[in-house]
Nanobody, 117 residues
Framework: VQLQASGGGLVQPGGSLRLSCAAA????????MAWYRQAPGLQRELVAR???????TYRDSVEGRFTISRDNAKNTMYLQMDSLKPDDTAIYFC????????????WGQGTQVTVSS
């Protein structure tokens, strides 16, 4: 099982980006999926989480600007990021609870998001 994150890049303040995270391999089922981020010198932090049924939670600093979604048929999760700020600059990682031999958490490789003028 692998998680492949994509969609990062350089964007000006106020701009938008859409991240994707695709799960590949033999995947009977995926439970919760989430996006984390880690800025230089800081700890990794939870950005947003989505359950299999579509319930979502966000950290306060991105509430109203970011939207997490998923397509269960494609085993793919998305993060639409609008009104980006320099403080959003970080490496973004996807995380998913996947059933293989029991439930296990998997991490994607990370995608860099840089917000700068």
């Amino acid at each position: 099982v692998q998680l492949q994150a994509s969609g990062g890049g350089l964007v000006q303040p106020g701009g938008s980006l859409r991240l994707s995270c695709a799960a590949a391999g033999s995947i009977p089922s995926i439970n919760d999926m989430a996006w984390y981020r880690q800025a230089p010198g800081l700890q990794r932090e939870l950005v947003a989480r989505i359950t299999r049924s579509g319930s979502t939670t966000y950290r306060d600093s991105v509430e109203g600007r970011f939207t997490i979604s998923r397509d269960n048929a494609k085993n793919t999760m998305y993060l639409q990021m609008d009104s980006l700020k320099p403080d959003d600059t970080a490496i973004y990682f996807c995380n998913a609870q996947i059933y293989t031999i029991g439930w296990n958490y998997f991490w994607g490789q990370g995608t860099q998001v840089t917000v700068s003028s």
